[in-house]
């Protein structure tokens, strides 16, 4: 079979390595299609692959069309909002992700994120500590587990808000459950968003949950752009001078908040949170060994889709 990895942001070379180690022990090619800058050069790759490796590059139904032979897309990472579900799903392809391989490098980012806010940009001048802080997390999955863990580290007190987590383990590990999205923004200094973007999440988070936030408190967003209603954050930063919001995805209105908010806001050049060889090799290497697997025994282990 034809496993073509198409990366616009490439894996590190030996993530790249590993996976066509584990292409070729179970029979399979790889074929790399890295850097791409148009929507052709993905066209025309994808055409003869049987299976397709991706991070965040859109699966569109352009690409379904076009690439007759796919049975198996899976994205090296955990959200798929990037894959056109339904489309593969009409296919019969097979859509997986690889939930948990880099939600460490996401949660360490997220902490230095915090770090980064608290001390003013790493500007000159007295910042703060994060010991001591409040910190809410929304979504208590792979990475918000982690960024718990790691805040307690730090001496935060942990809130987390997650209606798919039972209250009991959320204890168990040391974190206040939150009994709703009010409670945990109103009593936090920090709130760190860790939602998929679904059509329930688009747009959820703007000016009503922010508005709540204590004085001096940071949104940090490392999970996708599209949670946020960008207008309502702009109108939120102005009304409320001293809150703060950075982010792992440049909203789309970036430059106009930069211009607006100077230190009190900041985004990631390009998205970084799995940019970690680790990450990579994790979940490049888990990507091509599921789809191993799935040629080999049927194997449908992380499946997002619904294909009978
Ligand atoms: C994910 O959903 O796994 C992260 O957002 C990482 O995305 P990336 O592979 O494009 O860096």
Redesign the pocket.
Known sequence: MKILVATE?PFAAAAVNGIREICQAGGHETVLLEKYSSREQLLEAVADADALIV??DKVTQEVVDAAKRLRIVVR????YDNIALDACTARGIVVMNTPGQ?SNA?AELALAMMVYMSRNCFTPGTGSELSGKRLGIQAYGNVGRLVARKAMAFGMEVMAFDPFVPADRMREEGVTPAENLEQMYSTCNFISLHIPATPETRGSIGYRLMSLMPAGACLVNTARKEVINEAELEKILADRPDLKYITDIAADCQAELNEKFGKRVFATPK?M???TAEANIN?GLAAARQIVEYFGTGCTRFQVNATE
């Open positions: 942001k991070r965040s090296a990472g955990a959200g880099n996401v998205k949170g799995a940019e979940a």
